[in-house]
Every structure is written in C-alpha cells, then in structure tokens.
C-alpha cells in the first residue's frame, strides 16, 4: 500500500495552508445550512427529487426546488465514511484516505496534445489517452490516475466508456473517470468487475471512482444524479466535484463562494446516503475564479489554489476524504 505525506497536521512535519479558524469553518457550514434549507437545490431529476421529497425535503410550488432541512444535512455527513480506500488493480498500488494524508493525481482533460516525435500540435485521441495512461501508471509521485486526455475520436455520447476501456488497460493504479450520465456509468461499472473478478470483489476492493459535476449554480442536473444514485445502489464510492466559478457562477468572494460550493457538493452527498447510508463518499473541487476579461475559467490563478485549499479544510471539518484542484 502507498505511503504518502499528511497536510495541516500539529507537529514539525508535513506542508499546509490554514485559511480559516475553525469557528470560520463552522460560520461557512451553518451559512450553507441556510442556503440548502431556506433557498434550496434545483433538482432536476425526477426520481432524485423524489428521494429527497420522501425523505424530508421540501418542494418549491411550480418549479423543481427541492428545500433541505438541517436535519437531513446533519444525518448524511455523520453517516458517510471518514476514511476510503481507494484500491489499485495491483494491491501494491492502493491507497488509503484517511485522517490528513496526502495524495497526487495528474490534472485532466486535455483536447490538444504535442507529439513528441514531430513537435506538432495534435487532437486527443483513445489511443493518445492509453499513452498518457501509462505515463502516468509508471510516475511514482502520481497516487491515483485521473483521465488525463479525452477519447476525442470517438462518438460524444459514450466517449466515458472509451476512456475508460483506454485507461482500464493501462494502469495499475486506482482510477478517477468521469462517467457523465447513469447509462455510461453502469457500463463503466460492468468492465471495471470484469478487471477485478466479479461484481463482489469490486465493492470489496473498488478500483473506480466516477466523478459527478453538478452545474453552478445551486444545480443538481440530471447526469450527477443518475450517476450519485446507480453508485449508492452498486455501493461504490463517488466523488461529487463543484466547479464554481467566482465572480461568475457565485459570489466573488471567497468566502461566499464556499458556501454555494459547499452547498453543491453536500446536496450529492446527501442523495447518496438517502439511497444507501454509508455510501463511500469523496469531497470533490475544481472551483476556481473567473477572469473578468475573457470569461474563462482561471485554472492556473492562484485563488484556485486558494480556494481548494478551503475546500480541503471544509472537507476536514467534515471528516470526509476530499479530491481537490492544485495551483
């Protein structure tokens, strides 16, 4: 099993970035505990907002608002794991997420790529997507392997499922894939038991992970719930990423962007624990801010950093296992 570094941790070893106190944190949560209960989340699923809706939720009159009340939030963060592993296809290569400890994944998804051999600038493809794969199974200091090219060559609609047949075979270690709806994320799920022998000893030792968005502002679109609740049912692990915009999607402060971050993510942790408590959960961020001149999302600013780090300490004050983006 990898051994690997712990952040924020009282004694003279380790790296970290303390932005908020803990009574910080606390103001952060309750804030979001307002959000959820007296703004809400657009759900847009059918049988997502159902789930909440028996389960304490209430509706908004004509529209498809769903209001959670504290309680709700309360019980699924005191139900999900704190820790997780993260298994490998080689057991040499897993990793467990526990208490503060630290790993790394490469970033994704890149569009162009240079070829090495020509210097020529070049489309994604499945098979560039195998390369990078193993590049990325043989860096010792990459933890987990995200998808780090799309399988561009191949129809939109099932280019998850091509990603992950390109990465299934090429790596060691465990994955993060996208899965972009439920139909893609039970056929991911299908090839991944094949790789581990069987349905069984893939819930045992779970070497996939899919990554779920929802849409900032304060939505819970049909793709994430589809793909929260066949994870819940299969009892895999899911890792629900925001990707907040400062300044575009949410406030501009950090703070206040936090919060409808938090607020985002926290409404898929709870649809996973409503379907099956103790569902494995992980915290997921690539919130970052947007630049005001050209309307893109800023990745490399340094307020990403910044602000993934608060996600890290939120997901810490939860007891929770975070994936979040570097600066």
Do not use: W
Request: glycine residues 8%; contains cysteine.
């Amino acid at each position: 099993m990898l051994k690997t570094l712990q952040a924020g941790v009282n004694r003279h070893s380790g790296v970290g970035l303390n932005l908020f106190s803990d009574d910080d944190l606390y103001a952060i949560h309750c804030a979001t505990l307002e959000v959820l209960c007296d703004v809400g989340i657009k759900v847009t699923e059918l049988e997502a907002r159902k789930i909440f809706l028996d389960n304490g939720a209430f509706p908004v009159k004509d529209s498809q608002i769903i209001k959670i009340p504290s309680f709700m939030v309360e019980d699924a963060i005191q139900s999900a794991p704190s820790t997780l592993l993260l298994a490998g296809r080689d057991p040499e290569k897993d990793y467990f997420v526990y208490n503060r400890s630290i790993g790394f994944t490469n970033f994704g998804e890149g569009v162009r790529v240079v070829n090495p051999h020509t210097g020529k600038v070049e489309l994604s493809s499945k098979k560039k997507l195998a390369d990078a794969t193993r590049i990325c199974d043989a860096l010792e200091n990459i933890t987990v392997v995200e998808r780090a090219l799309g399988a561009d060559d191949v129809p939109v609609e099932v280019q998850s499922i091509h990603n992950a047949e390109a990465i299934f075979n090429n790596t060691t270690k465990h994955t993060f894939i996208g899965a972009n709806n439920g139909y893609n994320y039970k056929q991911i799920i299908k090839m991944a038991a094949v790789v581990a022998g069987g349905m069984d000893k893939l819930r045992e030792r779970p070497t996939y992970t899919p990554l779920a968005c929802p849409n900032s502002p304060l939505t819970m679109n049909h793709d994430l719930s589809e793909v929260v609740i066949a994870g819940a049912e299969a009892s895999m692990p899911i890792n629900v990423i925001s990707m907040a915009l400062a300044g575009g999607t949410t406030p501009v402060t950090l703070a206040a962007t936090l919060v409808c971050h938090n607020a985002e993510v926290l409404s898929g942790l709870i649809l996973g624990q409503l379907v099956r408590k103790g569902t494995p959960f992980v915290y997921g961020s690539s919130t970052t801010i947007m630049d005001l001149c050209t309307t893109t999302a800023a990745v490399g600013a340094p307020e990403l950093g910044m602000l993934n780090a608060g996600v890290a300490k939120l997901a810490q004050f939860y007891s929770l296992p975070s994936f979040v983006a570097g600066g």
